[in-house]
């Protein structure tokens, strides 16, 4: 048996991202606008939302994914565009801020404003982190599918709840989680589709932040994921 066309393949797999384009779409939906076989369109598509390329709506539905939106301006842009807004979230809330976006099972700091003085906590861009623990993990992966977190919940710090909260409430919060007194609150930052393009936070010692964030921390927090959102699309 000869081995598949990659060039077939791959105008297979941008049929499918062209049918979801305008609106999402089910099996039966990707079948009926592509044309293809009706395993060939699960397949392919399910492929893409690994690459998150695409993701599935409430409902289940294909829809454009966040990687799209990334490919489209870049990372560098994108780190770019919220590092411009860090230092302001720094200095309303007195904490280092800092923005992570999501590779795989691991979040990524691409920008960071560090308090100058005092205590503080320090995350050097271009560490890579476990998405097993942090309110910047809680973010990225409130509005993930179930197929994605599930692997991870037995090695993590928080439970499926702990996500369905964030999602009800729009933002995260972490005690210790990641390291031993600093505490942390992040919101998700999202594109015109509603896909996570990265979560914005700020992190300090627990004795500043306390174990429960003031509205005005939350409010900080989700006034940057608001303006890097806007600023991003």
Not at 56 to 64: K, M, V, Y
Not at 189 to 216: F, H, N, Q, T, Y
Request: net charge positive; aromatic share 2%.
């Amino acid at each position: 048996m000869g081995q598949p066309n990659p060039v077939a393949v791959l105008d297979k797999a941008v049929t499918i991202l062209r049918a979801v384009a305008d609106e999402p779409a089910s099996l039966a939906d990707l079948v009926a606008r592509t044309g293809l076989p009706r395993a060939t369109a699960h397949r392919l598509a399910t492929a893409l939302e690994g690459h998150r390329l695409l993701r599935r709506t409430a409902s289940g539905a294909w829809s454009p994914g966040p990687g799209l939106a990334e490919l489209n301006r870049g990372g560098s842009d994108l780190a770019e565009v919220a590092g411009r807004h860090l230092p302001a979230l720094r200095d309303t809330s007195g904490e280092s801020a800092q923005f992570y976006v999501r590779d795989g099972a691991s979040r990524v700091c691409v920008a960071a404003a560090e308090r100058a003085s005092g205590l503080r906590a320090t995350v050097p861009v271009g560490i890579r982190l476990p998405l097993t623990a942090g309110s910047a993990a809680h973010a990225l992966l409130a509005h993930a599918p179930a197929d994605e977190v599930t692997p991870l919940l037995p090695a993590a710090s928080f439970t499926a709840r702990t996500l369905l909260d964030v999602r009800r409430r729009g933002w995260a919060h972490s005690i210790a989680e990641r390291e031993a007194g600093v505490a942390s609150v992040s919101a998700p930052v999202r594109d015109g589709s509603g896909g996570v393009l990265g979560a914005v936070s700020i992190s300090g010692p627990v004795e500043r932040l306390g174990r429960r964030p003031s509205p005005e921390m939350v409010s900080a927090v989700l006034d940057a994921a608001a303006a890097i959102s806007r600023a991003a699309r």
